[in-house]
């Protein structure tokens, strides 16, 4: 079964501190994807890569970078933390075309600003 | 730009009631639609999803959507609800050509006993 892991689950972070959250997948899928949720607004893309060693700018890319290293992995980083950046993050990965489409999200990664 | 609109943020409903929640999508071509779920503290799970042919599409535990090209909609619908239906629903829309999803802002459905 498709499995999309992330870590950590919950973390507290201090403002102007260094923030990684990491993404795995036993999907074997070329594409994945960094969202974040916020009430009133659903997911909005913040990156999202086509394979090992690409990524791509979403709709939100702003104080965020993101790194593919592998075709399994692909984190998000942030640099410099602002609590505007509080928020739940899903890691997603997915394939495209016809029958084939469709995005497969982790549980999740809680984060809190102070 | 491919956007949508879910125009109910809540949608309260009796088990065993029939149920619709309303999505609505801009996109100037045919695109791709998508129905998602959230239980709580978890992540998204597909339920179901229109690529092409019959716009009336089936998916799980009883869920289904049509898809309407000329009221630009695609309306979820399951005809008796159950107390585990109860969750944050998104719809999504995708240029055919453009692996990324556009989501709404969800509706949470209650089912009361």
């Known amino acids: 079964e498709a499995a999309v892991t992330q870590s950590p689950r919950n973390k507290v972070a201090v403002t102007g501190g260094k923030v990684t959250l990491s993404c795995n997948q036993t999907n074997n899928h070329n594409n994945m994807y960094w969202y974040r949720q916020d009430t009133g607004h659903g997911l909005r893309l913040i990156h999202y890569?086509?394979?090992?060693?690409?990524?791509e700018k979403g709709d939100i890319p702003d104080g965020y970078k993101a790194s593919r290293p592998s075709q399994e992995n692909f984190s998000l980083i942030l640099e410099l933390a602002t609590p505007s950046q509080t928020s739940v993050y899903f890691c997603a990965s997915g394939d495209w075309g016809g029958a084939y489409a469709e995005q497969f999200f982790g549980p999740g990664t809680r984060l809190t600003v102070l | 730009a491919q956007s949508v609109t879910q125009p109910d943020a809540r949608v309260t409903v009796s088990e065993g009631a029939s149920l619709q929640l309303r999505c609505k999508y801009s996109y100037s071509a045919t695109p791709y639609l998508f129905w998602y779920v959230q239980y709580p503290r978890q992540g998204l799970q597909m339920l179901l999803k229109y690529y092409s042919g019959d716009p009336v599409v089936q998916g799980v535990n009883g869920f289904e959507a049509e898809f309407s090209k000329s009221d630009s909609s695609f309306h979820l619908r399951k005809a008796s609800v159950h107390w585990s239906d109860s969750a944050v629903y998104f719809c999504a829309v995708s240029a055919p050509n453009y692996n990324v999803l556009y989501f709404g802002s969800g509706t949470k459905l209650t089912v009361e006993p």
């Open positions: 890569s086509y394979g090992a060693g690409s990524t």
